[in-house]
């Protein structure tokens, strides 16, 4: 498993990203965020959470004033063909 803490400024956007081989899960911790996974569009606040399995691009963006903090999780541990773009 591998884990990293994001931190995102008002509208900033990461992404998109492809991992072939890893299964993710977003946590937002604070803030609200907008998740695209393979043309899906959700908006989440606080504790919610996204599976985005492998093979899924994604691209997540601040969809507020304040910052946005997400905890990613994914495993196995991501490779290093993973795309962003």
């Given at each position: 498993m591998w884990c990293e803490v994001l931190c995102l400024d008002r509208n900033q956007i990461v992404g998109p990203v492809v991992d072939?081989?890893?299964d993710a899960v977003f946590t937002i911790v604070a803030g609200e965020a907008l998740f695209m996974v393979d043309g899906k569009r959700k908006r989440l606040e606080q504790w919610g959470?996204?599976?985005?399995p492998a093979?899924?691009?994604v691209t997540v963006t601040n969809a507020s004033a304040e910052p946005l903090v997400l905890?990613?999780?994914a495993a196995p541990p991501p490779t290093p063909h993973a795309v962003s773009g």
């Open positions: 072939e081989d890893s959470a996204v599976l985005v093979g899924a691009e905890w990613l999780m």
